[in-house]
């Protein structure tokens, strides 16, 4: 890269995203995922970890063959299996990179039984083994904030001699500060050999909230690549956010004058897509793509914002891509003017689709007066989450509540059988709940209930979250629906389809890091 103004953004929703608890994603759900980013300008997409499982090996290659600009990355721990499997799945694309790490810093040395020089020798190895299947070799350092500066310098320098391309210095726990983050790029830079040849790249987590401000003092320093996650997805405390670095960048060129490849407008749409498939919303208050983000209540504020939008508003709803004016629809809008809207919002829809989600509206329309803009959005999300081709699908459902007790009676289609059961619970959704196990007995635990409100008034929308884990598999179902107690048991029996899937697919989800490094 001769442009050293130039930051590349390396997207890992669907690798580091996905390790979230919960985040799973379908197959189909991972190739949306990809093309979006693709045709957003993301420079780098790592579309998941090949040997991790098979669905993950499948995703890969289908993002790898389907991708038309972004080079796709697959990653590798550092061991010729791991390594030959990546490459089986990346070599498809027509820009194909392994990305394959080692944890360097004492703690992780521990783990992995090697000491200093053992290390150096499996760095050059694996790394010379990625090199001779593809010219495009990233290697990152897990751990490398924590890890001695001596030797970071001297395992940077031996995956440079041995073919890297991409060297990563990724704040794998979340540890750092700005000044400590550009200090340490500017030591490589400096220190060792062979390190103006290559790219920098800086992949921060956020768990103390610092991961946007890392990544950005990393390129102030010379890093060239920021490692990101479209909602700031991820483990723990998630990943830098794709549209925080992005648009600090935009908005302040004066004090970072570099560019990304991204186009801006793209971003609310894919918030919202990574929002729906991961089963993670986005709290109101999340910088850039927050429900809030651009909202003016204060009098004060709304007085500005109205005789000068620049006095409270750094950048326009617009440059995100929020177009909508939140004019309701209702039930006498059409399928034109719904296909008009769901555009507005970012969704393309195919005949078939815009059918079956124009039923579904007239349904809400007969329901509720007023359709806002996040209901639509509902309507999609709800119309994701349970299709014809599920494996359990909720039939009908009646409730009885009150002071009285009580009792729920339901019916599903379990494999295309109708089964139903009439139970009593501690509360209509407990109730709700037992009658699903009654009819498909599970042992996944619920580790998450969540109900919110789309919009205001009695006769809103609610979207529901359930989370669900069974032997070690985390799953998320999310429906909407005006009736609490119904979206609830859809989400629920989402997540039981979901479920099912995952187990189907392979074992238990393969832990990235603490899985044995042996060559
Ligand atoms: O956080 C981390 O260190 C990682 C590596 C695998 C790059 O995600
Ligand atoms: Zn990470």
Redesign the pocket.
């Known amino acids: 890269m001769t442009d050293k103004s130039r930051v590349l953004i390396f997207d890992?929703t669907l690798r580091?995203g996905e390790q979230s608890p919960g985040a799973t994603m379908t197959h189909e759900e991972k190739l949306e995922i990809a093309m979006l980013l693709d045709e957003m300008g993301v420079d780098i997409i790592e579309a998941g970890f090949p040997i991790a499982s098979e669905g993950d090996f499948e995703a890969v290659s289908a993002i790898a063959k389907a991708s038309k600009n972004s080079v796709i990355a697959g990653?590798s721990r550092a061991n010729y299996k791991d390594i030959d499997r990546c490459w089986e799945a990346v070599k498809h694309a027509a820009r194909p990179r392994i990305?394959t790490?080692i944890g360097t810093s004492p703690l992780h040395r521990g783990i992995t039984n090697l000491d200093q020089e053992e290390m150096l020798t499996r760095i050059q190895d694996t790394v010379a083994h990625a090199r001779n299947l593809c010219d495009n070799v990233q290697w990152?350092a897990?751990?490398a904030i924590r890890t001695e500066r001596d030797y970071l310098c001297r395992v940077v320098e031996c995956a440079i001699k041995a073919g890297a391309t991409t060297i990563?210095i990724?704040?794998?726990v979340g540890y750092t500060l700005p000044s400590e983050s550009a200090e340490i790029i500017a030591m490589l830079m400096e220190k060792v050999p062979g390190a103006d040849e290559i790219i920098f790249a800086t992949?921060c987590?956020n768990d103390l909230g610092m991961a946007t401000a890392n990544a950005l003092a990393a390129v102030s320093a010379g890093a060239r690549q920021i490692?990101c996650t479209i909602n700031g997805l991820g483990e723990r405390a998630g990943n830098t956010a794709l549209e925080e670095v992005v648009m600090a960048l935009k908005v302040r060129k004066d004090l970072m004058p570099y560019q990304t490849g991204i186009d801006t407008t793209k971003i609310m749409h894919l918030s919202r897509r990574v929002a729906q498939v991961s089963g993670f919303p986005v709290q109101f208050n999340k910088a850039i793509v927050g429900k809030n983000a651009f909202l003016h209540e204060s009098g004060i504020h709304q007085d500005g914002v109205l005789k000068n939008v620049e006095t409270f508003e750094i950048m326009k709803p617009a440059d995100i891509g929020i177009t909508e004016t939140n004019i309701a629809m209702g039930k006498h809008s059409g399928r034109a003017a719904l296909r008009s809207k769901l555009n507005d919002l970012g969704f393309e829809l195919a005949d078939n689709q815009l059918n079956d989600v124009f039923v579904r509206f007239k349904a809400l329309a007969d329901r509720k007066k007023e359709i806002y803009d996040d209901d639509l959005i509902a309507l999609m999300t709800d119309s994701a989450a349970n299709t014809d081709s599920d494996y359990l699908q909720v039939q009908w459902l009646r409730v009885t509540c009150g002071s009285d007790g009580q009792e729920a009676e339901l019916q599903l289609l379990v494999n295309g059988v109708e089964k139903s059961a009439r139970v009593p619970g501690d509360g209509p959704v407990d109730a709700c709940f037992k009658a699903v196990k009654a009819i498909y007995p599970t042992d996944a635990h619920l580790k998450l209930y969540q109900v919110h409100a789309v919009t205001e008034g009695t006769d809103a929308q609610a979207t529901v979250s359930v989370r669900l884990e069974e032997a070690g598999r985390i799953v998320t179902g999310s429906a909407a629906d005006t009736d609490t107690i119904l979206a609830s048991v859809k989400a629920y029996v989402g997540a039981l389809n979901r479920l099912r899937v995952r187990s189907q697919k392979t074992a238990p989800d393969a832990d990235?890091k603490s899985v044995s490094y042996k060559l």
Do not use: G, I, R
Request: net charge negative.
């Open positions: 890992t580091d990653l990305h790490f990152s897990m751990d990563n990724p704040d794998t992949h987590h490692e990235v």
